[in-house]
């Protein structure tokens, strides 16, 4: 029991066990779908908004290392911004970003399986992705420990599959196939980024290729179940996006050679073609297979993930009440998971892949923005433990890079998001209308 009788969650997991929870949370799906949209950016030189994207990512881990060591508790990005704000409208408003986006991200790479499966058979990406949505949020709804025991084995199977990536593009430069001249070969003509130019061509690869890099903010709220997290958090946080780096840059430059950037960014299934150009002979419905149940892991977590705080946040009377219905058997939340399940399908009809992904991206660098932020307002705050300190350089800069990148989005993402947090807003206002009728 922790001070004043309130219960606290056990502290079970080691420094490794975290990794690991970090490194599936992390690496996977968003390289599955993504690689050929950017490439259609800034054609056979994917590596280069890899790393950039790295670099954003670092100054952002660090902070998130700094404050779940800080203040090892559940809650992730709404827990620290309360902590340095005290506002509960933008508390709240964190965290239904933090819903929005997870809800975004689902929609996202089920389109994106969807896409491996339309190279195999004559269906509709859109299809697919309805029926992916249905299907997990399905299992969301029957109960965690199926949903965690789906996720076990849905993990093995997704770095399984960028495993076979990195063998059959290896196995395909060995008898000759591709060359090292794509990795140099910048094009920037199929850009869609406004204003055209190398440079703005690579900013919008690089937003495409931090959606690939998403996942580990989700890793700080296990702080209040980790073993002495002053020291683990931190260094589970930047073990984790560092091996994720080190996987993403070799397929990426695997990739690049063997495929090259033009037909990367024709492709609805990129990793796919690597594994056609190879010589092992993999039949292309195994590896679609396996491309569409790896993505289907994370469209699984974005869905729990996302129904999870819906339901948390009708418990904490800040949205209606429904949304904390407990099945009766089940003892799942069900009506938040058919809400977000709903938005997800939704969201399937209202953009294709790439305007998803970084609509998921721009939702997450606001959040990231006041992260950081947070991290310098509580430098004045002390703590009795020890914990990790970011040198005070690196969140100025996160917070100056998000709101950069931020400033960089397409006018139609910026719209989509804004439109979603401004919804967000008027749920607030309507929840706090009815409260004070209610005094």
Known sequence: MAPGGETRLRRTLSQRQLVFICLGNVIGAGIYGLVGDMAGQV??????????????AVLTV???????????????????????????????????????????????????????????????????????????GGVTILGVRGSARSNTVLTFVELGGLALVIVAAIAAIAVGTGTTANLTDFDATGSSAPGGGAVVAVIAATSLAFFAFIGFEDAANMAEETKDPARACARALVIAIL???????????????????DDLAGSNAP????????????????????????????????????SRLLYGMADQKVLHAKL???????????????????????FVFTGEVAV???????????????????????????????????????????????????????????????????????????NHVAVRRRR
């Open 243 to 261: 091996v994720a780096a080190g996987v993403y840059l070799t397929i990426s430059v695997l990739t690049s050679i063997v495929v090259g950037g």
């Open 356 to 430: 998803l992904a970084t609509t998921t991206v721009t939702l997450l660098l606001a959040i990231f923005t006041l992260v950081n932020v947070s991290v310098l307002v509580l430098r004045r705050e002390r703590v009795e433990h020890k914990h990790f300190k970011a040198p005070t350089v690196l969140p100025v800069l996160g917070a100056l890079v998000c709101v950069a990148l931020l400033t960089q989005q397409e006018p139609a993402v910026l719209l989509r998001a804004g439109v979603m947090l401004l919804i967000g807003a008027a749920l607030w206002a309507v």
């Open 271 to 306: 990793l796919l073609e690597v594994v056609r150009n190879s010589p092992l002979g993999v039949p292309d419905t195994l590896f679609t297979a396996i491309a569409a149940i790896a993505v289907g892991n994370s469209v699984l977590i974005n869905l729990m993930s996302s």
């Open 43 to 56: 054609g056979g030189a994917i590596w280069i908004p890899f790393l950039v994207a790295l670099v954003l």
């Open 62 to 136: 660090f902070s998130y290392a700094e404050l779940s060591s800080k203040y090892p508790r559940a809650g992730g990005a709404a827990t620290y911004v309360l902590q340095a704000f005290r506002n509960p409208f933008l508390t709240f408003m964190v965290t239904f970003a933090m819903v929005a986006s997870a809800i975004n991200s689902a929609s996202t790479l089920s389109l994106a399986a969807g896409g491996y499966v339309a190279e195999i058979l004559p269906i509709p990406a859109v299809v697919t992705a309805v029926v992916l949505v249905a299907g997990l």
């Open 324 to 346: 904390a219905t407990v099945h009766p058997t089940r003892r799942t939340p069900w009506v938040a998971s058919l809400v977000a399940i709903g938005a997800a399908m939704v």
